[in-house]
């Protein structure tokens, strides 16, 4: 095996997050082809089934030699245009032309006889001559993902579990700050139609914590088949309802959580509440109607992980003691005293 491609395959799989691991993919692809685009895609089912451009980088040489490496500039509208309109052939290994000067070949990642991810290749050169380890590449990447996917992800609803929460918490507060420093916005469009989220200085990261009321009678008179059927039912409707960049998790039995990237406080109850809604006038077979009740609280870049999940449960039990079906955010039940603000009460708490 090359030393090149044996050390691109120990640096990837040292990583043990799925979106570092990403990058770390893409890195390695683009230092095997010179002057070359490539994206990695994460592939959605939900409203309709498309890929979804996680990261891109594009590596060229200036006139004096030297290697320019760019990350996340975006594909050219024309590659992003063929992969929007041609999902069905991207299914599998996938070499084609379009109106530029690139060569352009696609690679499915799939997991258990499913497609998950793809990498999309743009060279100026035909990447046939490193095809053979690119392949080998892909397959490393189809085991790990698996290898990934079970360890971040609940067996029952596919969202991400407890454990991986803290982590992905943490990630998301660093780009958080990252891209506030460079002066970036969030927003960006998105196949599944769902609307714009864009920035500003009255935009949050919110994390919102969802728990199913009275679901322990509907496993009482029920049994725990329907039971766990309404949690992946539950599941579902999140992932249809809230955008990709939203990190979905079941926290544990019957309670989720969802962390938000920033958006202004009244578009976080908007959505919260519409879901809330949805999921009242939905029917659970056999169970029929489930309600659901919801606390949420702000996350800023100095609050500690604990304090954070504290306040949105503070949040939620407000919810549940004062007639379930409902949601209410912490910092407004602060302001009118009927909740303890946190600092007061964990003001030992070590903060970043």
């Not at 690119?134 to 971040?152: G, H, R, T």
């Not at 992932?239 to 939203?246: G, K, L, M």
């Not at 659970?284 to 500690?304: L, N, Q, R």
Request: hydrophobic share 35%.
């Amino acid at each position: 095996m090359d030393d090149k491609i044996f050390e691109s395959i120990v640096e990837m799989t040292s990583k043990r997050d799925s979106d570092e691991f990403g990058i770390s993919i893409i890195a390695s692809i683009a230092e095997l082809i010179p002057d070359c685009i490539v994206a990695l895609f994460t592939c959605i089912e939900h409203p309709k089934a498309y890929f979804k451009e996680l990261t891109t980088l594009s590596v060229h040489y200036d006139d004096k030699g030297d290697k320019e490496c760019l990350w996340n500039i975006g594909l050219p509208d024309s590659i992003k245009k063929y992969i929007d309109e041609n999902f069905e052939k991207l299914n599998e290994l996938s070499v084609y032309k379009i109106d530029d000067d690139y060569f352009h070949t696609f690679f499915p990642i799939t997991i258990d006889k499913k497609v998950e991810y793809g990498i999309n290749i743009s060279s100026k050169e035909s990447i046939t001559p490193q095809l053979n380890s690119l392949l080998a590449i892909i397959k490393v990447c189809q085991n790990f993902y698996a290898i990934l996917a079970s360890s971040e992800k609940d067996s029952l609803t596919g969202l991400y579990n407890r454990k991986t929460y803290d982590q992905k918490l943490s990630m998301l507060l660093r780009k958080q700050q990252n891209n506030q420093l460079n002066n970036l916005t969030w927003g960006q469009s998105s196949n599944s139609g769902t609307e714009l989220r864009y920035t500003n200085n009255q935009s949050f990261t919110w994390l919102a914590i969802i728990d199913i009321d009275l679901f322990k009678k509907v496993n009482d008179k029920y049994g725990h088949l329907y039971g766990d059927e309404v949690l992946l039912l539950l599941s579902q409707l999140m992932q249809q309802s809230f955008r990709q960049n939203d990190l979905l998790f079941r926290f544990g039995g019957e309670e989720f959580v969802i962390i938000f990237e920033p958006i202004p406080e009244e578009k976080a109850h908007f959505v919260l509440n519409k879901f809330r809604q949805l999921v009242e006038k939905y029917d659970f077979p056999m169970v029929g109607k489930v309600t659901i009740s919801i606390g949420y609280a702000k996350v800023t870049e100095s609050d500690h992980p604990k304090s954070v999940f504290d306040n949105a449960d503070k949040a939620l039990y407000y919810s549940k003691e004062n007639g379930r079906n409902c949601l209410h955010n912490y910092e407004s039940l602060v302001e009118q005293s009927l909740v303890v603000n946190s600092i007061v009460e964990e003001g030992d708490i070590e903060l970043f």
